[in-house]
């Protein structure tokens, strides 16, 4: 007969987004409620293993049911943007997964999956209904199980019959009169006035449904009890009415139809990288790096080395032909020193030579580091780092497949040169990277496969170049690719090879100091608690703050008490304990994270950290940092601001200055917006959150409190991000409706900033993308969507990309010529790391007056705005100091 499950989707939704916290992926894209739902979904289907699944959601608001009652659902608070923007992702999971998803005007899930389950019934499939909606406990039998899920969002409470009667004494079909007798306030259902719960049940118990009450209401107990059903008989009979469950839709399919498939799982796979569920991507038991050698293409003749051809080439790099140029490294590290081959090619011809061959060959080891000889490269950050390691120099990349590919297609994710390849009409050529994993595990290919293979790669490079360079200029993006992302490319490198020093001793001291910490606060937990435990052990933990200390359950899960952080943090008021518990997590986290992940990354032989800037992958222009990611050292906590006590000069009795834009998002919005008193207040220097503050709350400076501060600097930062009135709340722990009050009066003192986010949008649905001041293009295809849920996600982008652009654009600037001058100049000082918006320098000393000027004019002005640019320059020992 099978098994069938049946998925109240805006129930499970609404459940995963408001059980976990709000994430977002690094496109700014709200992913929680997918993120549970994802989890819920894969654990049916390893556990249940159904023959037959439908996800049901509601079509709209307005129902058939609204017909009889137009209040229905009508105090139900409008869903948070943060959540609705969702629901397309759950389809286009659902849909990667071959799971049929439905929704049908006018109707509910409820009546859809009710509808089906009286189907499935009649042909006797065993069916599971998952869901945290109460009123599908009507729908239970024999062979219906509900399955409600309780706090949390894999956990679930499983009624049939039986543990309907015992937990209500009621058989499922008098849940209905429950609601009819004592309403519903979630949906609106009116019910009886005065009835609650124990008394719709004594009733029931006594008349077994609601038109039993109705026609027996003078045995019923209690005057006021009868005067209150006597007075609202039609509408309890109403609440019933809506409160059933519609089993008659017409749903224009069969169960057969809904037959689970093999999921689509290349497809899952992109999704849940696009998203970066990457712990689910273990779970299906997909493989993170798919490396297949069987493809067929279009074979690339090459030439190996020779006299012959050395001669041959020889000549061409004398007259300096453009050439491109591919070396080949292992892409599963991002500072590989290997090299397993290199290929150059003219667009007719290509040459392909091992590490020792290009060791012999001078006139290619001249030719690559010839400043005007030109080279077109793909990823030449990276070719150059290998080449560096190898005691090659390059110069004279004139050219970057990646960089003009980012450029033209920012949130493509396209760093695969095989995408980019496929995307112009290469399909019959491979360019997959072939080498890949670590250690015992690496593979490398048959030679004549590696040859053939980096072969191919020069060619492509050579003939996609040309065409991504007639549409930046068609784009009008020259000064972008040509000003600043190439020359910054070569800045990138420098900092990597420098990479940064760390005081090593310095660092396991600090492992010592948290060891010590940890060891306290451990002795310290016990003494509250009364006994030793396992503080890590989420199970001991649970049954000492639950069990013994008898602290409030917030949430459980499948192994008992949840102590997630969110639980501990709304715990912290009832008990000292929780304070230490969540300070002791803060301190092995940076134990774990910074001071022993940090460790593993030194490299040996200079003691350095050399991480890696990642110059393509942000869809904004912004650069991220990794291997190990240096731009998310915490400094909230004081222990977490002294690693950086570790960071410190290369040379003896050197300095670290760094140097940090003041607010440059707000100042950029302040330019663009040309709202009047944003402007003002940054050419007047005010403390831009205080005058904020005193404009909303209509206050004297002296007036503005601290907390006044603190909402208005959640305001300004948020309303860079198109910030709702749910993501305010949340942020400051206030209603949603204060929230929204205050972004209001927020508009209302800056007009200017409503206006600039109206017209933002007005031009994003006009030309299908919006620009920074230097023209760096994000496209939009969802800004004219017909969906709420999607538009409102592409409009929030709209808004932010060219502040947050135009900010990145700003320091990218300030960085090629600050490297420009300190070559110019001849100076020994290096810039060594760019956090968000700051540059850390190490510094001579006989230089630290001209770095200190040097640094601040060129930060200040890299782009002219309508506000100064302002930077604070601090100097110390280690980068802790110069904070």
């Known amino acids: 007969m099978g098994k069938l499950v049946l998925i109240d989707g805006n129930s499970i939704a609404n459940r995963a987004f408001y059980a976990l916290p709000l994430l977002t992926n690094k496109e700014g894209l709200y992913t929680n409620a997918v993120y549970g739902f994802a989890q819920i979904i894969i654990k049916i289907v390893k556990e249940i293993k159904p023959d037959y699944m439908l996800v049901a959601f509601d079509a709209g608001k307005v129902t058939f049911r609204h017909t009889d009652y137009q209040d229905y659902k009508g105090k139900r608070k409008k869903t948070p943007s943060e959540l609705s923007s969702q629901f397309p992702m759950l389809k286009k999971l659902l849909d990667a997964l071959q799971i049929k998803h439905f929704e049908l005007e006018e109707y509910e899930a409820d009546d859809i999956i009710g509808t089906i389950s009286k189907s499935a019934e009649i042909r006797e499939i065993e069916t599971i209904i998952y869901t945290g909606d109460k009123d599908m406990l009507q729908l239970a039998s024999d062979k219906v199980s509900i399955f409600l899920t309780r706090r949390g969002i894999t956990e679930v409470d499983i009624f049939g019959p039986k543990e309907i009667m015992d937990k209500y004494q009621l058989t499922p079909k008098q849940i209905i009169d429950l609601k009819g007798l004592m309403g519903d306030t979630s949906d609106n259902i009116p019910g009886v006035p005065g009835v609650g719960e124990k008394t719709a049940i004594k009733l029931l118990h006594q008349f077994e449904t609601v038109e039993g009450v109705l026609e027996n209401i003078e045995k019923v ?105 591919h070396v080949e490294t292992n892409y599963e590290k991002t500072h590989d020193k290997e090299i397993y081959g290199l290929a150059l090619s003219d667009g007719e011809e290509q040459v392909y030579l091992t590490l020792e061959e290009m060791i012999a060959w001078t006139e290619l080891k001249e030719w690559l580091s010839d400043p005007t000889a030109p080279k077109w490269v793909y990823d030449g950050k990276r070719i150059e780092m290998v080449l560096y390691w190898n005691n090659f120099k390059l110069n004279g990349v004139t050219a970057d497949l990646l960089l003009s590919n980012y450029i033209l297609n920012p949130a493509d994710g396209g760093n695969d040169l095989a995408k980019i390849a496929k995307e112009h009409g290469y399909n019959d050529l491979q360019a997959d990277d072939i080498i890949y994993g670590k250690g015992a595990k690496k593979v490398i290919p048959d030679p004549e496969v590696i040859m053939e293979h980096i072969s191919s790669k020069a060619y492509i490079i050579y003939s996609l170049v040309p065409m991504l360079n007639n549409k930046i200029v068609e784009n009008k993006m020259e000064k972008l690719l040509y000003d600043i992302e190439l020359p910054l490319s070569r800045v990138l490198a420098k900092m990597e090879k420098n990479g940064v020093l760390i005081d090593v001793n310095r660092l396991e001291q600090m492992g010592d100091e948290f060891n010590q910490k940890l060891k306290g606060l451990t002795d310290e937990i016990y003494e509250l608690a009364g006994r030793e435990f396992n503080i890590n052990s989420p199970k001991q933990l649970g049954e000492i703050l639950f069990d013994k200390l008898q602290l409030p359950v917030i949430k459980k899960t499948k192994t008992g008490y949840s102590t997630s952080a969110d639980v501990l943090e709304k715990l912290e008021p009832y008990h000292p304990i929780i304070g230490k518990i969540l300070h002791y997590r803060q301190l092995g986290k940076l134990y774990s994270t910074y001071v022993e992940g940090l460790l593993k990354v030194v490299d040996p032989e200079t003691h350095k950290i050399h991480t890696s800037f990642n110059q393509a992958v942000t869809a904004t222009g912004r650069l991220s940092s990794t291997d190990p990611n240096l731009q998310n050292i915490p400094i909230r906590l004081e222990e977490g601001r002294k690693i950086r006590q570790a960071f410190i000069p290369s040379e003896s009795e050197w300095l670290i200055l760094s140097a940090d834009y003041s607010q440059i998002e707000l100042r950029v919005l302040a330019h663009i917006s040309e709202d009047e008193n944003l402007i003002q207040a940054f050419i007047d220097d005010l403390d831009i959150h205080t005058k904020t503050a005193m404009d909303v709350f209509n206050v004297s400076e002296h007036e503005v409190t601290s907390l006044m501060r603190r909402q208005a600097k959640a305001v300004n930062f948020g309303i860079v991000y198109g910030i709702s009135d749910y993501g305010l709340s949340q942020n400051l722990n206030i209603s949603r409706k204060e929230a929204g009050e205050f972004i209001d009066k927020y508009f209302s003192v800056f007009s200017g900033v409503k206006n600039y986010m109206t017209e933002i949008i007005k031009q994003a649905k006009k030309k299908g993308y919006v620009s920074t001041l230097l023209n760096r293009r994000r496209y939009l295809p969802d800004i004219n969507s017909s969906n709420y849920n999607i538009r409102s996600f592409a409009e929030r982008t709209a808004m932010n990309t060219p502040i947050q652009g135009t900010a990145a654009d700003i320091i990218k600037i300030a960085m090629v010529r600050i490297a420009n001058k300190i070559e110019d100049r001849n100076l020994n000082s290096r810039l060594l790391l760019q956090v968000h918006d700051e540059l850390i320098f190490e510094v001579d000393p006989i230089e630290i007056d001209l770095m200190k000027t040097l640094v601040k004019e060129t930060m200040e002005e890299a782009m002219d705005l309508k506000v100064p640019l302002k930077v604070d320059i601090n100097i110390g020992k280690t980068w802790y100091e110069a904070k």
Do not use: C, M
């Open 221 to 325: 107990s209690g005057k006021k009890l009868k005067e209150k059903l006597a007075e609202n008989k039609e509408q309890a009979l109403l609440s019933k009415k809506l409160a059933t469950i519609f089993k008659e839709v017409p749903i224009g399919f069969e169960i057969d139809d809904l037959k689970v498939k093999e999921p689509d799982l290349e497809e899952v796979k992109q999704l849940f990288i696009n998203w970066e569920f990457n712990t689910l991507i273990e779970r299906l038991g997909i493989e993170s790096t798919e490396n297949n050698l069987e493809k067929d293409y279009e074979k690339i003749d090459y030439q190996t080395y020779s006299k012959e051809i050395k001669s041959v080439w020889n000549e061409k790099f004398h007259k300096k032909e453009q050439i491109a140029l």
